[in-house]
């Protein structure tokens, strides 16, 4: 008995959806195809070539921020199949009781044969490289404050201290350790005792001076010219008189306080008066993501985000709006702004700067080499900045900003954005999919609910912004791109290999 036509005509379509479907999963349309070119561009690349080929002494290897080492042993011949040498296991897990915001975005450090982790939990452990055994560890108990929002650990700074003596001594290398709880902690690199002579019995308390608030260094601390200088971050969207993130410059040897940079009043970098009661301005620009020096200009670059409330934009000066969401360019020995490269105007959507700066040389139309720090934003954009002087290598266009804003509040009415750049296309309803019909439908209805209008759109009242509005395509480390994606940057043309 033939099945009827109206069966067999179902049975076809339901083969053909199946079909269609697991064809679409094996389908990437985003995929830019391309090849790294081989040849060398620069022989000899400003990347502080002192260090030896196997150390990485800092986040990016080396104060340039760059990544790179000159290792050889991999090349891209065995590149796919090396073997395992070791794991090992921190032991620092999720748990209930940590913070929403726990993460381990650690970059660890090696100096000798020793390799340096630092966890969210703050706890420092040295592993031998070689080997993965481990040599010691040091809680430093910073808690797990409810009301604290961040537990992010991007790792440690070592520092070699010439005043503490012979390479024997106790604190002659040390290893400084921002926690989550708003202390710096120099700790011997070998020995791991505390260094005395640093603050309080080897600890400094990073908030003493500011307003009451949450304090939070996420990143290893930057050293220069007998220098501690460190950042952090604040709680978002909380009241806007909340602890400031003023960046502070420390004496090496003692801790002392020796100048401020504050994004909320840049001229005035000299120490305030601790003592005396005067205190940092509230609520200031947060810099949580990883500095760089570059000591041959005398300049050190900072990425800063905005200012609390972070989506609420009544009330700022003019000052907070200049210094908001941009790479800051201070002079080392003074702390006075050289110059400053804003990405984002009246900065509604929290845009702020996710990772470290690096300095590249790329070489100009001429043939010369002009070195640049390499900065992406949180949107997208990727800004090769002349060193000297800050303005972007490439065309930078003003495009018409977000119109909806909140009562008393207001919109830039443009937004700079870079030629080179991953931003993707705004939301349509055409990008919307499913399984079935009405996936793309059940999206597409809260997409024109709240008037989409690209990536600087300001929340509204009563209406927000659909999930993921509020963040952009690079987050993180310097060159970091959504998940499972790798993208080649042609750094003489401005153009997405």
Same mark, same amino acid.
């Given at each position: 008995m033939r099945p009827a036509p109206r069966v067999m005509t179902v049975a076809v379509a339901l083969l053909v959806w199946v079909a269609v479907v697991v064809y679409a999963m094996f389908q990437n349309l985003h995929d830019l195809s391309g090849q790294q070119p081989r040849q060398t561009v620069s022989a000899d690349p400003a990347s502080r070539s002192e260090l030896n080929a196997d150390e990485w002494h800092q986040y990016?290897?080396?104060?340039?921020?760059?990544?790179?080492?000159?290792?050889?042993?991999?090349?891209?011949?065995?590149?796919?199949?090396?073997?395992?040498?070791?794991?090992?296991?921190?032991?620092?897990?999720?748990? $209930?009781?940590?913070?929403?915001?726990?993460?381990?975005?650690?970059?660890?450090?090696?100096?000798?044969?020793?390799?340096?982790?630092?966890?969210?939990?703050?706890?420092?452990?040295?592993?031998?490289?070689?080997?993965?055994?481990?040599?010691?560890?040091?809680?430093?108990?910073?808690?797990?404050?409810?009301?604290?929002?961040?537990?992010?650990?991007?790792?440690?700074?070592?520092?070699?201290?010439?005043?503490?003596?012979?390479?024997?001594?106790?604190?002659?290398?040390?290893?400084?350790?921002?926690?989550?709880?708003?202390?710096?902690?120099?700790?011997?690199?070998?020995?791991?005792?505390?260094?005395?002579?640093?603050?309080?019995?080897?600890?400094?308390?990073?908030?003493?001076?500011?307003?009451?608030?949450?304090?939070?260094?996420?990143?290893? $601390?930057?050293?220069?010219?007998?220098?501690?200088?460190?950042?952090?971050?604040?709680?978002?969207?909380? $009241?806007?008189?909340?602890?400031?993130?003023?960046?502070?410059?420390?004496?090496?040897?003692?801790?002392?306080?020796?100048?401020?940079?504050?994004?909320?009043?840049?001229?005035?970098?000299?120490?305030?008066?601790?003592?005396?009661?005067?205190?940092?301005?509230?609520?200031?620009?947060?810099?949580?993501?990883?500095?760089?020096?570059?000591?041959?200009?005398?300049?050190?670059?900072?990425?800063?985000?905005?200012?609390?409330?972070?989506?609420?934009?009544?009330?700022?000066?003019?000052?907070?709006?200049?210094?908001?969401?941009?790479?800051?360019? $201070?002079?080392?020995?003074?702390?006075?702004?050289?110059w400053v490269l804003q990405t984002v105007r009246h900065d509604l959507s929290d845009m702020d700067l996710p990772a470290q700066p690096m300095l590249v040389d790329p070489p100009q139309p001429d043939g010369s080499q002009v070195p640049a720090p390499v900065q992406p934003t949180t949107q997208g954009d990727i800004h090769v900045v002349d060193h000297r002087t800050g303005p972007s290598h490439w065309k930078v266009t003003e495009v018409p900003s977000s119109s909806g804003v909140i009562p008393d509040d207001f919109t830039a009415l443009t937004q700079p954005v870079s030629a080179l750049s991953f931003t993707p296309d705004p939301l349509t309803g055409a990008d919307m999919w499913g399984a079935t019909m009405f996936d793309p439908l059940a999206c597409r209805t809260p997409l024109h609910r709240v008037n989409y209008e690209g990536r600087h759109m300001p929340p509204l009242i009563n209406e927000g912004a659909p999930d993921g509005v509020a963040t952009g395509p690079l987050q993180g480390r310097g060159s970091a791109l959504p998940r499972g994606y790798i993208a080649g940057m042609d750094l003489r043309s401005g153009e997405i290999a």
């Open positions: 990016g290897r080396a104060s340039y921020g760059q990544g790179y080492s000159s290792l050889t042993q991999n090349t891209l011949k065995n590149v796919y199949a090396p073997g395992l040498a070791w794991t090992y296991s921190i032991g620092d897990v999720k748990r $209930p009781q940590h913070l929403t915001k726990t993460s381990h975005q650690l970059m660890p450090l090696k100096i000798g044969n020793r390799l340096y982790v630092w966890t969210p939990s703050n706890i420092t452990i040295a592993i031998h490289a070689a080997t993965a055994q481990k040599q010691w560890g040091y809680d430093v108990n910073s808690g797990l404050n409810p009301d604290r929002q961040h537990q992010t650990c991007r790792g440690v700074a070592h520092l070699q201290d010439a005043a503490a003596g012979t390479d024997g001594d106790l604190c002659a290398r040390h290893v400084d350790m921002p926690t989550a709880d708003a202390r710096l902690i120099a700790l011997g690199a070998k020995p791991r005792e505390r260094c005395a002579y640093f603050g309080d019995d080897g600890g400094l308390v990073l908030k003493t001076g500011m307003p009451d608030g949450y304090h939070c260094p996420t990143s290893p $601390p930057t050293t220069v010219e007998g220098l501690i200088i460190i950042g952090g971050a604040f709680n978002d969207n909380v $009241p806007v008189y909340s602890q400031s993130v003023v960046i502070r410059a420390l004496d090496i040897d003692a801790g002392e306080l020796v100048r401020n940079w504050d994004p909320a009043n840049p001229p005035l970098t000299a120490p305030i008066d601790i003592a005396g009661g005067e205190s940092d301005t509230a609520s200031s620009h947060n810099s949580w993501s990883v500095f760089f020096v570059a000591e041959a200009f005398g300049l050190f670059y900072i990425p800063l985000g905005n200012q609390l409330p972070d989506q609420l934009g009544i009330g700022p000066s003019f000052i907070v709006e200049e210094h908001s969401s941009l790479v800051v360019a $201070p002079n080392v020995k003074t702390g006075s702004r050289e």
